[in-house]
T-cell receptor, first 112, second 112 residues
Framework: AQTVTQSQPEMSVQEAETVTLSCTYDTSESNYYLFWYKQPPSRQMILVIRQEAYKQQNATENRFSVNFQKAAKSFSLKISDSQLGDTAMYFC?????????FGQGTELSVKP | NAGVTQTPKFRILKIGQSMTLQCTQDMNHNYMYWYRQDPGMGLKLIYYSVGAGITDKGEVPNGYNVSRSTTEDFPLRLELAAPSQTSVYFCASQKKWNTEAFFGQGTRLTVV
């Protein structure tokens, strides 16, 4: 069975600094997608970034980038130039063939 | 475009009662999901569907049932409600399994 693990329940970072959130997953499949979602206090889930397992190049979306290590089954999220609006729960997610599962989440606080 | 609509937003149930959480999407998405999110925790997959007439169990299906008679609707049925089912429930949909998932606003359910 596929599993997604986020080992950092809480993290904090100073405004304008860089922070990395960790995620590992377990699967025997070779074709899958990985995602990072953000959940602010409003509870709305927002897609941050996604990565296809077959692509070696790490995905980037503005200040957000990933470090995808397929052999190690690791998928970390780097947030550069952190902003107060980045304060939220961040969830790593895995989808293979339609079964979308999430990690436990990391609560990120950006401090002024 | 309404997106994913969940009803009701809040509900209090007594132990042993039953209810149906409604979810409908108007984006012609094939994939639909039901999750529960306990306080400070991640999203646990209850059931999912890859198309009309097809449903499958997720990580925590016990105590729940679903049906998918149309592309638009994916209701979640709780039979014999228990306090352990107190949670926030999210419905989500995707066009394809490798695309962005869109979420409803959530249903806060309390079983007393």
């Amino acid at each position: 069975a596929q599993t997604v693990t986020q080992s950092q329940p809480e993290m904090s970072v100073q405004e304008a600094e860089t922070v990395t959130l960790s995620c590992t997953y377990d699967t025997s499949e070779s074709n899958y997608y990985l995602f990072w979602y953000k959940q602010p206090p409003s509870r709305q889930m927002i897609l941050v970034i996604r990565q296809e397992a077959y692509k070696q190049q790490n995905a980037t979306e503005n200040r957000f980038s990933v470090n995808f290590q397929k052999a190690a089954k690791s998928f970390s999220l780097k947030i550069s130039d952190s902003q107060l609006g980045d304060t939220a729960m961040y969830f790593c997610a895995f989808n293979q063939g339609g079964k979308l599962i999430f990690g436990q989440g990391t609560e990120l606080s950006v401090k002024p | 475009n309404a997106g994913v609509t969940q009803t009701p937003k809040f509900r209090i149930l007594k132990i042993g009662q039953s209810m149906t959480l409604q979810c409908t999407q108007d984006m012609n998405h094939n994939y639909m999901y039901w999750y529960r999110q306990d306080p400070g925790m991640g999203l646990k997959l209850i059931y999912y569907s890859v198309g009309a007439g097809i449903t499958d169990k997720g990580e925590v299906p016990n105590g729940y049932n679903v049906s998918r008679s149309t592309t638009e609707d994916f209701p979640l049925r709780l039979e014999l409600a228990a306090p352990s089912q107190t949670s926030v429930y999210f419905c989500a949909s995707q066009k394809k399994w490798n695309t962005e998932a869109f979420f409803g606003q959530g249903t806060r359910l309390t079983v007393v």
